[in-house]
């Protein structure tokens, strides 16, 4: 055990957690809110970096921050492959074609209440279950390839959109409604200027959380089987041979994904929907 | 009588619809086995028979739901549940990893939130990573953590209900913070106007104001906890638990085995999700937030 | 009658600072209440009655001048619990009886259980919701809960009541019932009020004084001792003495809104 490292890393907690707590009773502007996450995120890896190498952790257990980044850097093209492999081609596929297809049903039992009072209530249930086990049965199905990562995709992501388009088809108020029976409005009239406009905000809710469905999906139905690249694939083989440092590269890949997926629906939500109360702060 | 129709009809309806679309896609896929085997054997089937066949294989493509209804009766009542081919068997110890990571995870969640509703350094340095967190797929590292727990002689229960105890962790201090930060400032003024304490605006006005809050979200936590354990027995070969069962039916091509597997799982997570309904009913009733 | 003085204002202002340069809430405000006295502050939204009245409940704080609130800084006489504040909202927690609701602050200051009993009974009956104590807020019509939130203001029987609007979401009709009540309220215990509308006759009718405010900057620009007396029927309102009295009120604002 190496005490200056260890003694290191609560000295570098102590003051960055000072350094924070006196930021944070500054004037909250923009850069405090920006600059007090950025310092305890950088603290975590600074003081996960010291205590790994302080108290000798051997790098099969947990390997240090500095390890992982070389790790990232060197591998970048197998990272590379297995980011198109999974994301584009299993994610991203799916994502479209089951928000797509979940879209389509919604508007198609729009004028069926009865259909709607049956779907609502199964598609809640159906989406607190844990789908991803249908997973093994869908790489039966379709084979090792992308196409049956997608497959699970478009299952976990098809409820939780259904449910959210279906609810706020329903969102626009009977005043609302009434003004565009009082114009004589014909049906797709009213769907396309009043009630689609009024339920973007939930279908924006429904396609931001497939974006982390999405991601799941295809990364763990790698782990039933999975052509030699993908990082379910990666993952599960890495850790195997215990190399974890590849582990946490693919992880930070994964990380890095997921944001940034989540970051560019967000972006088009405050685009189409920036009228709503959420959106205007 | 028509009441109950409004209510429960349109539910059965489409419950009986993906019934009867199960079957007829148990025909669809399952024909090709049917047809290959009759190649092999010569014969010819009748459509009925044709038909019937394709529900009745020993490793179909898609087993017809009452194949797998009798497969859960064979694995459940059938045998003693201390057995390693019982279903319920391996459901509990599913169940049991995914209730101690979801009761971690939970109280843990909740004391974040304290934390993050009552200093605002926690706040500002917490929150935004928490908010973060909720976007990434997290459940990546499951494999990661059971292997190397193993490694330090960590086996058995414990790694899953982490893992579990991560994947509830999240969405409850999400919406506790959210609760605890519920009351309005008018709300907030009158607890300062009676010079309350902290911790007398905590427990009088925040703690009972983040009630619905609190339900919602483990609701979400609860079904996020059962996907991480099942999750979890996935690597490393265990034999035990329902992601075990789901693992080795892929393995051996047993699709019914899947499937019952799975639809164990499913009737857990719905069992979860209905206990911890009912007890938020129980208590917004009893609280007099739900007329 | 006692002519102690409760609240002294003296040069009092508050500026808040915001994205679009200072707001004058309140400036040069130089008021005295005396004990016993039932103050209205009337004036359109904007004016500072509401800020005003915040200070005193050491809900906002001053940028400049004095005020005294029992002869002790707001934030001292928050600390020694001497005035009940009475929102536009009854804001009554939904999971407490109305008994739980009254109750609340007396638990916060630590009051004994058998006490607490005994003075929620008593407001109880001074708001004339006896019988109540055992119903949820929602069971209760908005008169009705709003009488319940002032009694959980008196329950810990503190001179001085502030109101902010409180019967401002209420229809007339139950607005001019409670009137009558919280006047009749007022002579029985002899407390100071202060008491935030935009009402005219509300103010008018309830006063002994009436404060009449104007907007940007916010500032008093007429203090009006009213000459009714202290016994009024709900039909003292037909009378010229109140017409006049609400004459000179509503020029009071219309010279605030001459210089704008």
């Known amino acids: 055990m190496n005490t200056t490292l260890v003694l290191g890393a609560i000295v570098f907690w102590l003051a960055a957690w000072g350094l924070n707590i006196w930021l944070s009773k500054q004037k909250q502007t923009r850069f405090i809110r920006v600059i007090v996450p950025v310092i305890f995120g950088i603290t975590l890896l600074v003081v996960w970096e010291l205590l790994v190498r302080g108290l000798n952790i051997k790098a099969v257990l947990l390997p240090p921050p500095s390890m992982i980044g070389a790790k990232f850097v060197d591998s970048l093209p197998i990272l590379w492959a297995d980011f198109q492999q999974t994301f584009i081609k299993g994610a991203l596929s799916g994502y479209f074609i089951g928000c797509g297809a979940a879209f389509l049903t919604a508007i198609a039992i729009d004028r069926s209440p009865f259909l709607q009072k049956g779907l609502l209530p199964v598609g809640n249930f159906v989406a607190a279950l844990p789908i991803i086990g249908m997973a093994p049965i869908l790489v039966m199905w379709l084979g090792f390839g992308w196409q049956s990562k997608a497959a699970v995709v478009v299952i976990m992501v098809f409820f939780p959109m259904l449910v959210n388009t279906v609810q706020g088809l329903q969102a626009a108020d009977h005043m609302q409604k009434d003004l565009m029976r009082t114009y004589a409005a014909s049906y797709w009239q009213s769907l396309l200027k009043l009630r689609l406009p009024a339920a973007a905000p939930f279908i924006f809710n429904g396609l931001k959380i497939s974006t982390t469905l999405a991601l799941i999906g295809a990364i763990v139905a790698e782990f039933f089987g999975s052509p030699i690249v993908g990082m379910g694939f990666r993952i599960s083989t890495e850790v195997g041979r215990l190399s974890?440092?590849?582990?946490?590269?693919?992880?930070?890949?994964?990380?890095?994904?997921?944001?940034?997926?989540?970051?560019?629906?967000?972006?088009?939500?405050?685009?189409?929907?920036?009228?709503?109360p959420s959106q205007r702060g | 009588m028509k009441r109950l129709w409004n209510r429960f009809g349109p539910v059965i309806t489409v419950v009986f619809g993906i019934i009867v679309l199960w079957y007829v896609m148990a025909v669809a896929l399952n024909s090709a086995w049917t047809i290959d085997k009759l190649g092999r054997t010569g014969g010819e089937l009748s459509v009925v028979e044709h038909i019937a066949d394709t529900w009745s294989q020993d490793k179909p493509k898609l087993p017809a739901p009452h194949q797998v209804v009798a497969e859960i009766w064979k694995?459940?009542?059938?045998?003693?549940?201390?057995?390693?081919?019982?279903?319920?068997y391996h459901a509990w110890i599913t169940l049991s990893a995914t209730l101690a990571g979801f009761g971690l995870g939970t109280v843990l969640g909740i004391l974040l939130a304290v934390g993050i509703v009552h200093n605002k350094a926690m706040n500002l340095s917490v929150m935004p990573w928490v908010i973060a967190s909720q976007t990434i797929p997290i459940l990546a590292i499951a494999p990661m953590i059971i292997v190397v727990l193993n490694a330090i002689g960590v086996t058995g229960l414990l790694p899953k209900a982490i893992i579990s105890m991560y994947l509830s962790f999240f969405p409850v201090v999400v919406g506790m913070v959210k609760g605890f930060r519920s009351p309005d400032q008018m709300q907030l003024d009158q607890m300062r106007t009676w010079y309350a304490s902290k911790w007398q605006t905590f427990w009088k006005l925040r703690w009972p104001s983040s009630m619905p809050y609190l339900f919602t979200s483990l609701k979400i936590g609860v079904a996020a906890a059962l996907v991480?354990?099942?999750?979890?027995?996935?690597?490393?070969?265990?034999?035990?638990?329902?992601g075990a069962r789901l693992l080795a039916g892929s393995y051996y091509g047993q699709t019914i085995q899947i499937w019952s597997a799975l639809l164990m799982a499913a009737s857990l997570a719905a069992g979860l999700v209905a206990i911890v309904s009912l007890v938020e009913r129980f208590t917004l009733r009893r609280m007099g937030m739900l007329r | 009658m006692s002519s102690e003085v409760v609240i002294k204002a003296e040069h009092l202002s508050l500026t808040f600072e915001t994205n679009d340069g200072p707001v004058h809430a309140l400036q040069d405000v130089n008021l005295e209440i005396k004990r016993g006295e039932f103050v209205s502050f009337i004036g359109p939204s904007g004016c500072g009655k509401t800020t005003f009245l915040r200070v005193m409940a050491d809900l906002e704080q001053p940028t400049g001048g004095s005020i005294c609130v029992n002869g002790m800084t707001p934030a001292e006489a928050r600390k020694a619990r001497a005035y009940g504040y009475v929102f536009q909202a009854a804001g009554l927690y939904p999971w407490r009886t109305i008994g739980g609701n009254i109750r609340l602050p007396l638990e916060i200051m630590g009051i004994p259980k058998a006490e607490q009993a005994e003075r929620v009974a008593k407001v109880l009956k001074l708001v004339h919701l006896e019988g109540f104590e055992k119903k949820f807020p929602w069971q209760l019509s908005g008169g009705m809960q709003q009488r319940a939130s002032i009694a959980r203001a008196l329950a810990f029987d503190a001179d001085l009541l502030l109101m902010d609007e409180p019967f401002g979401a209420l229809d007339e009709i139950v607005?001019?019932?409670?009137?009558?009540?919280?006047?009749?309220?007022?002579?029985?215990?002899?407390?100071?009020?202060?008491?935030?509308?935009h009402s005219i006759p509300e103010a008018v009718y309830l006063s002994t004084k009436i404060v009449v405010m104007s907007p940007r900057p916010g500032r008093v620009t007429d203090v009006i001792e009213s000459t009714l007396p202290r016994e009024r029927p709900l039909d003292i309102r037909e009378t010229q003495e109140f017409l006049d009295i609400a004459h000179r009120v509503r020029e009071g604002l219309r010279a605030g809104h001459g210089d704008e």
């Open chain 3, 175 to 197: 607005r001019d019932h409670l009137n009558e009540q919280l006047l009749e309220l007022w002579a029985e215990t002899n407390k100071t009020i202060c008491f935030v509308t």
């Open chain 2, 228 to 242: 991480g354990t099942i999750v979890a027995e996935l690597p490393t070969g265990a034999v035990r638990g329902l």
């Open chain 2, 75 to 88: 694995t459940t009542v059938q045998k003693s549940i201390t057995s390693k081919r019982s279903l319920i």
């Open chain 1, 244 to 276: 974890l440092d590849m582990v946490w590269a693919e992880i930070a890949v994964a990380a890095m994904a997921g944001s940034a997926f989540y970051g560019v629906v967000s972006l088009l939500e405050r685009a189409a929907t920036f009228w709503h």
